[in-house]
């Protein structure tokens, strides 16, 4: 079992930055794959990003060159790092993990909101 809490979230200006964490609780964090999903208001879940226990980054390409994920295993903790911010990345950022091997997500934190407006 893993608990996902995600912050960083806030009220930022069209071309400012933001960095999103979200912290699992539990054992074994390298071995999970973690992803972020957004859903703006209307709108229908959206990929964003992924990094997975081999360290493969993937990025939706509305968010490519500008967002990067990490993680610290260590710290069982993944970031997402949104430069450049635009209005329609105003959204509710979610983090999510699926166990090696598994064949979807399985864990899903409670979301952290991302207002981007001038």
């Known amino acids: 079992q893993v608990q996902l809490v995600e912050s960083g979230g806030g009220l930022v200006q069209p071309g400012e930055s933001l960095r999103l964490s979200c912290k699992a609780s539990g054992r074994s964090f390298s071995n999970y794959t973690i992803g972020w999903f957004r859903q703006g208001p209307g709108k229908d879940r959206e990929f964003v990003a992924t990094?997975?226990?081999?360290?493969?980054?993937f990025y939706s390409d509305s968010v490519k060159g500008r967002f990067f994920i990490s993680r610290d295993n260590g710290e069982n903790t993944v970031y997402l790092q949104m430069n450049s911010l635009k209005t329609e990345d105003t959204s509710a950022y979610y983090c999510t993990a699926a166990l090696r091997g598994a064949s979807e997500y399985e864990y899903w934190g409670q979301g952290t909101q991302v207002t981007v407006s001038s």
């Open positions: 990094i997975s226990w081999t360290l493969g980054k």
